[in-house]
């Protein structure tokens, strides 16, 4: 069996050797190459394209969420495996939509990465504890919200239309409203004049926007909008 390939994208040079070093001492794999920028990793993915991308996203030249997209729009055959000291939310969701399949810190042993390796060529996802923890969550609380909403049915601040989740938005037409006006920086006060509705109506209405979305504050709301294509 032709051993697996891997490209290694890292700027730390510490960490290149303990990645590069975990491939070396695998016969299944190969180390197809080791670079530490943006730029080099996509000469070398046009150049020889990979098995597995192992790939931090802090790079000096470009964030590494661009290499996961020039994977996924040129090279779906390769998996990517992310391997970063971010573990905030928009790092992780960023690079899971850009089409990486797996994320672990660098805290993870050579053992780990060498497993998650061989996982990603078997159709698996690696992920960090911690990070899968938090992504189920996520994904809980957003379902705990529909299910809210399904259950209050007609509450007070429904009176702006139907639920449009049937074409594929959480949001209400009057929500999508409200949540275009906080991108553009307006108040509370001003929507709340904009839409002839009263300063609790519009409180309301962004509360149930930030449960809908996952998110405690204007700014979360407006990237994961625009992450979801909302705005």
């Not at 810190?105 to 992920?127: C, F, M, N, Q, W």
């Not at 601040?157 to 049937?166: L, M």
């Not at 108040?187 to 979305?213: M, N």
Request: hydrophobic fraction near 40%; charge should be negative.
């Amino acid at each position: 069996m032709m051993p697996t390939t891997v490209l290694i994208v890292e700027d730390e040079p510490e960490f290149m050797r303990r990645f590069s070093n975990a491939v070396l001492n695998d016969s299944s794999l190969s180390l197809l190459g080791a670079v530490n920028t943006g730029q080099a990793g996509l000469s070398m993915l046009d150049l020889q394209p990979p098995d597995v991308l192992l790939v931090d996203l802090g790079l000096p030249d470009m964030n590494g969420v661009t290499l996961i997209e020039h994977v996924a729009r040129h090279h779906p055959g390769c998996d990517v495996l992310v391997v970063t000291m971010f573990a905030d939310d928009n790092h992780v969701v960023s690079s899971i939509e850009a089409g990486a399949s797996g994320y672990l810190l660098k805290d993870a042993s050579a053992e780990r990465i060498v497993t998650s390796i061989h996982e990603l060529r078997l159709g698996g996802a690696p992920i960090s504890p911690g990070i899968a923890r938090r992504v189920l969550e996520r994904f809980r609380t957003r379902a705990r919200a529909e299910a809210q909403e399904v259950t209050a049915g007609s509450d007070t601040v429904s009176d702006a239309g139907p639920d449009t989740r049937g074409e594929g938005s959480p949001l209400t037409p009057r929500e999508g409203e409200l949540l275009r006006m906080i991108a553009k920086g307006f108040t509370f006060e001003t929507i709340g004049t904009l839409l002839d509705i009263s300063p609790h109506t519009v409180v309301a209405h962004v509360k149930k926007i930030y449960r809908k979305l996952a998110v405690h504050s204007r700014s979360e709301a407006v990237y994961e909008a625009g992450q979801l294509g909302l705005l």
